[in-house]
């Protein structure tokens, strides 16, 4: 089975702080993802990478900022945090193995976020 | 609108007895992933389908592409079922590009004894 980790489980920051969520995973996944968790949405996608030094914008990158600087880690980073950003953070890594259009997701445990 | 639409978005199930969980996709769906959510918030894989029928234990999931749906079939529910059920899909087959899943609201499931 997949491991992917993320830390920390929790985090309460300040208004107008800066939040590093790290995520590691050790299967050699090519492809990670940040997705968000809300009531009522299901989960959205953030940010995700290819690969060792690639970031791309998911759906909603407004106000997070994405950095993968080697296979295993991939780290999402609010420079500005804000209420609205209060969530719970999934991130996930692919088996691409049948193709990078058809890949298996597994996921953290989540890190669940409080801007207050 | 939902690309990915649940339903129900909730259920309560007597221990021991069957039931169907269903996604219909506005969206060209070309694989589906099933995923439960349990009570302490972990994201479990269940399965990947490109379109057919797979079967794990108690579960079975089938996606038929044609008429843009999917469902997840839970037999003899036991306690542990209990959690949030996601599906996702993803569209298109764009060569050397990366699609991306659409995950749906999910279907909150107890199972009670």
């Known amino acids: 089975e997949a491991a992917v980790t993320q830390s920390p489980r929790n985090k309460v920051a300040v208004t107008g702080g800066k939040v590093t969520l790290s995520c590691n995973q050790t299967?050699?996944?090519?492809?990670m993802y940040w997705y968000r968790q809300d009531t009522g949405h299901g989960l959205r996608l953030i940010h995700y990478?290819?690969?060792?030094?690639?970031?791309e914008k998911g759906d909603i990158p407004d106000g997070y900022k994405a950095s993968r600087p080697s296979q295993e880690n991939f780290s999402l980073i609010l420079e500005l945090a804000t209420p609205s950003q209060t969530s719970v953070y999934f991130c996930?890594?692919?088996?691409?193995?049948?193709?990078?259009?058809?890949?298996?997701?597994?996921f953290g445990h989540g890190t669940k976020l409080s801007v207050l | 609108g939902d690309k990915v639409k649940q339903s129900p978005s909730a259920l309560s199930l007597q221990e021991g007895t069957n039931s169907a969980l269903r996604c219909n996709f506005s969206?060209?769906?070309?694989?589906v992933q099933w995923f439960l959510q349990n009570p302490r918030g972990s994201l479990i894989n269940l399965f990947y389908?490109?379109?057919g029928t797979k079967e794990n234990g108690r579960l079975k999931s089938t996606f038929n592409s044609k008429e843009s749906y999917s469902t997840l079939h839970i037999r003899d529910a036991q306690l542990e079922d209990s959690g949030t059920y996601f599906c996702?899909?993803?569209?298109?087959?764009?060569?050397?590009?990366?699609?991306?899943?659409?995950f749906g609201a999910g279907t909150r499931l107890a199972v009670c004894p």
């Open positions: 996930a890594s692919g088996d691409a193995s049948q193709g990078i259009s058809n890949e298996r997701l597994f």
């Open positions: 299967n050699n996944h090519n492809n």
């Open positions: 969206i060209a769906a070309t694989t």
């Open positions: 389908l490109v379109p």
């Open positions: 990478s290819y690969g060792a030094g690639s970031t």
């Open positions: 996702a899909a993803e569209a298109g087959m764009l060569s050397g590009s990366f699609n991306k899943l659409t």
